[in-house]
């Protein structure tokens, strides 16, 4: 039998040391927040960057799924949380087919 003290099985700390938030405690709330209020649920983070008010990141979501899944409508939201990772503000940066790349 197990001790319940047991570190493995203990609950993930949200916040690290210093008292700010661990970086995937942020993504997940930035990730909840974003869904509550929009109802879109972020396949991907490709960027995440600390700032003097707090974090942030961009999520890319599915704005209209479609048959194929190559033609779905694509969106990158740039989000902004306060250091607590509180979402403070969200806008979309572009729009595109899931299947089409970046112009270089």
């Keep these: ?47 995440m960057e600390r700032t003097e008010e707090g974090w942030v990141l961009d999520a890319e979501v599915v704005e209209l799924a479609r048959v194929p899944e190559t033609m779905s409508l694509m969106a990158l939201y740039e989000l902004t949380l306060d250091p607590d990772g509180v979402l403070t503000g969200y806008r979309r940066l572009r729009r595109y087919e899931r299947g089409r790349s970046d112009r270089g």
Excluded: C, F, I, N
Aim: proline share 9%.
């Design 1 to 47: 039998m197990t001790d319940s003290t047991d570190a493995r099985h203990e609950p993930r700390d949200e916040k690290k040391a210093t008292g700010g938030m661990t970086p995937m405690a942020l993504l997940r709330s930035a990730r909840d927040q974003l869904a509550e209020l929009t109802g879109l649920v972020p396949e991907s983070v490709p960027r």
